[in-house]
């Protein structure tokens, strides 16, 4: 029973010795080492293909607005939960202002996408509530802003109310950057 124990603890102390390396080795990397890391994420491409044989054309070939395809070979996918137009404290941002919502929720998404060393060059999906079509049309070009010219796969989804009654627009997305 003696050995038993004795190798138990051994190992024991053997797991703690790889954890602290662990945690030295992510505190390096956190201070300094992190900095070719992130270089190196940004040459690994994400591929959109916004015009595909037999699809017809995402908007307009001067404004495409979603690509049909993205697709990349980066490790570490970041899920964003679904951002209202809300600030720091909770509080609702341009009530009946389609723009000022839609500027607040994309604010919101590079907070969360620089969190785990994102941008919004780094996002494949996106995923958009609107609870009306038409002011998510006026407030379009707020969208194009901050997604430029590089459109993730998209859905667009018109429902009756979100969780906060003044709130307009809710988009999450999926990231993804070399880990």
């Given at each position: 029973m003696e050995q038993v124990v004795s190798k138990f603890l051994s190992a024991l102390s053997r797991r703690r010795l790889f954890s602290g390396l662990s945690l030295t080795a992510a505190a390096v990397a956190a201070t300094g080492a992190a900095a070719p890391a992130q270089a190196a994420a940004s040459a690994t491409p994400i591929v959109r293909k916004n015009a595909i044989p037999g699809l017809a054309a995402p908007g307009t070939a001067a404004k495409p607005s979603y690509s049909h395809v993205v697709s990349t070979t980066r490790k570490k996918m970041i899920f964003v939960a679904g951002q209202l137009a809300r600030d720091k404290d909770g509080k609702a941002v341009g009530v009946n202002d389609p723009k000022a919502q839609l500027r607040q929720v994309f604010e919101n998404i590079k907070l969360a996408l620089a969190a785990e060393g994102a941008t919004f060059a780094d996002i494949t999906q996106t995923q958009t509530f609107v609870t009306s079509w038409d002011k998510f049309r006026e407030a379009s070009d707020v969208?194009?802003?901050?997604?430029?010219?590089?459109?993730?796969?998209?859905?667009?989804?018109?429902?009756s109310k979100l969780a906060f009654p003044e709130a307009l627009f809710e988009i999450n997305c999926i990231a993804m950057v070399d880990a």
């Open positions: 969208r194009y802003e901050y997604l430029g010219p590089n459109l993730p796969t998209s859905t667009t989804i018109e429902i």
